[in-house]
Nanobody, 118 residues
Framework: QVQPVQSGGGLAQPGESLSVSCSASESIISLTAVEWYRQAPGKERELVARLYNEENDFTVYYADSVKGRFTISRDSAKNTAYLQMDSLKPEDTGVYYC?????????WGRGTQVTVPS
């Protein structure tokens, strides 16, 4: 069973940067995908970025709202995936969740708060 552990996030002013990380208890190379979701107050959880494992080569997906500003990456040696968030906007505020997909089984991190005041 994969137990994602999240860290990072916090408070940033508009235009600044933050990062969040997701450490998995198993080899990240063996996972089907690692995804970052966020949930803003009063809104549904939305997919922000995805690392999808295709024959040990990862492809990426970004929501239009973060494309060009956020970067998802991985460090296989550390079994960790990262979400680098640049040029932050107030609408990026929310709780960010890591979702680790292992063969169709999803394991969620506990969430990390990101706050960008207006």
């Amino acid at each position: 069973q994969v137990q994602p552990v999240q860290s990072g996030g916090g408070l940033a002013q508009p235009g600044e940067s933050l990062s969040v990380s997701c450490s998995a208890s198993e080899s990240i190379i063996s996972l089907t995908a690692v995804e970052w979701y966020r949930q803003a107050p009063g809104k549904e959880r939305e997919l922000v970025a995805r690392l999808y494992n295709e024959e040990n080569d990862f492809t990426v997906y970004y929501a239009d709202s973060v494309k060009g500003r956020f970067t998802i990456s991985r460090d296989s040696a550390k079994n960790t995936a990262y979400l680098q968030m640049d040029s932050l906007k107030p609408e990026d505020t929310g709780v960010y969740y890591c979702d680790v997909n292992e063969g169709g089984q999803h394991y969620w991190g506990r969430g990390t708060q990101v706050t960008v005041p207006s």
